[in-house]
């Protein structure tokens, strides 16, 4: 591979005359060799909240997505309140009794 693809294409500020004293000069080795900012680690995103931390995951036809994004729009809510109550009024209640 050519070399110039993994070069900067920011342009240098150019050095003040205090800096340049003598034959100091930066070459692009010694710049290829600094760390760069995107070099260091990134802050990992927040911790998921709720059942995505848990693992578990909804998969929904388009059809489905798109009809209960439209009721979400015209409710002006969120979305994930409108299918927690789509689904808690279309789901039967269940309980569970211990039998002795």
Do not use: C, H
């Amino acid at each position: 591979m050519p070399a110039g693809i993994f070069q900067s294409t920011t342009p240098r500020p150019e050095p003040s005359p205090a800096e340049q004293g003598g034959d100091a000069s930066i070459d692009d080795e010694a710049v290829a060799a600094r760390p760069s900012k995107a070099s260091k680690a990134r802050k990992g995103k927040a911790p998921a909240t709720g059942a995505d931390k848990d693992g578990w995951k909804l998969y929904l036809s388009e059809d489905v997505r798109f009809r209960l994004r439209m009721l979400a729009f015209k409710r002006g809510q969120k979305l994930s309140t409108v299918a927690n109550d789509v689904l808690d009024k279309a789901l039967p209640r269940w309980s569970l009794e211990r039998a002795d």
